[in-house]
T-cell receptor
Framework: GIQVEQSPPDLILQEGANSTLRCNFS?????LQWFHQNPWGQLINLFY???GTKQNGRLSATTVATERYSLLYISSSQTTDSGVYFC????????????FGTGTRLTVIP | DAGITQSPRHKVTETGTPVTLRCHQT?????MYWYRQDPGHGLRLIHY???????DKGEVSDGYSVSRSKTEDFLLTLESATSSQTSVYFC???????????FGSGTRLTVV
């Protein structure tokens, strides 16, 4: 399967700070998604972004498919942003199974 | 998520016993998936289904089997539970032709 690497593995921010999370992947992808897992374990889809840039409030994401990476930007972070952020990709074959990175654990302190 | 229900939410079982986890969806999605989440590994695919009675293996399928007798239910069975299967199990669904995944709330399984 496709290899997915995320960095940094851990990140601690002061409330109000900005951050950039990175996702590198090893092959061409048909689908790239960013998820947020909250402290209660629920996985929420943030973006479907196989290429280009999208924004949703304080969050935005950019995927450069030709260079095989994606970035998730969090601006003016809030304590509710804490949790683990996962990048997941699929190659477009089979049942479009997602391959997940190991995540970035974000802690926002007040 | 109200569209996907996983049961049980928590379970403790003994080594060597069979265990079945259930995923029930009300979304009428074609595709269903079982993942396990372990520290340092993210989520890894166990098995998936692309229709009723149509299933296939994922990257960590050893020791697991699945069944899907109707669209809304996808069962994951640990044939003989081992301590290495202690994990959090997530079910997910996806509509045919769509890219959005919806995840259940997870089942925390402990094998002692």
């Amino acid at each position: 399967g496709i290899q997915v690497e995320q960095s940094p593995p851990d990140l601690i921010l002061q409330e109000g700070a900005n951050s950039t999370l990175r996702c590198n992947f090893s092959d061409s992808v048909n689908n790239l998604q960013w998820f947020h897992q909250n402290p209660w374990g629920q996985l929420i889809n943030l973006f479907y972004i196989p290429s280009g840039t999208k924004q949703n409030g304080r969050l935005s994401a950019t995927t450069v498919a030709t260079e095989r990476y994606s970035l998730l930007y969090i601006s003016s972070s809030q304590t509710t942003d804490s949790g683990v952020y996962f990048c997941a990709v699929d190659s477009g074959t089979g049942a479009n199974n997602l391959f997940f990175g190991t995540g970035t654990r974000l802690t926002v302190i007040p | 998520d109200a569209g996907i229900t996983q049961s049980p939410r928590h379970k403790v079982t003994e080594t060597g016993t069979p265990v079945t986890l259930r995923c029930h969806q009300t979304e009428n999605h074609r595709y269903m998936y079982w993942y396990r989440q372990d520290p340092g590994h993210g989520l890894r695919l166990i098995h998936y289904s692309y229709g009723v009675k149509d299933t296939d293996k994922g990257e960590v399928s050893d020791g697991y089997s699945v069944s899907r007798s109707k669209t809304e239910d996808f069962l994951l069975t640990l044939e003989s539970a081992t301590s290495s299967q202690t994990s959090v199990y997530f079910c997910a669904t996806r509509a045919a032709g769509g890219y959005g995944y919806t995840f259940g709330s997870g089942t925390r399984l402990t094998v002692v």
